[in-house]
């Protein structure tokens, strides 16, 4: 069974930084592209940055300089460190993974879901 787990969100004050992570079950990462989504309350799911083919394929303008997309194939683990956040970074973070690149870096859509780690940006 494919599971993707995220953790690392919390409350961070503006120009903080927070790591999250995502540890995948039930299959290989390194197999995988796996991407960050983020949904802020009211607003569309965004793609944030994705992983694909041992590179980091893209960032969304918004985290460019910001935000760095890792991954750990020893630890089936994918990271997202930002850096200098902002109130607007405020959002449900998701992670994703799918064995197309095509689908998941340049769609924006995944077969594979977590469960989302908060992240709150806030004075």
């Known amino acids: 069974q494919l599971q993707l787990v995220e953790s690392g969100g919390g409350l961070v004050q503006p120009g903080g930084s927070l790591r999250l992570s995502c540890a995948a079950s039930?299959?290989?990462?390194?197999?995988?592209?796996v991407a960050w989504f983020r949904q802020a309350p009211g607003k569309e799911r965004e793609g944030v940055s994705c992983f694909s083919n041992g590179r980091v394929t893209k960032y969304a303008d918004s985290v460019k300089g910001r935000f760095t997309i890792s991954r750990d194939n020893a630890k089936n683990t994918v990271y997202l460190q930002m850096n200098s956040l902002k109130p607007e970074d405020t959002a449900v973070y998701y992670c994703?993974?799918?064995?197309?690149?095509?689908?998941?870096?340049?769609?924006?859509?995944?077969?594979?879901w977590g469960q989302g780690t908060q992240v709150t940006v806030s004075s």
């Open positions: 994703a993974a799918d064995p197309s690149h095509f689908r998941l870096c340049l769609a924006w859509n995944a077969g594979s």
């Open positions: 039930g299959f290989t990462l390194d197999k995988y592209a």
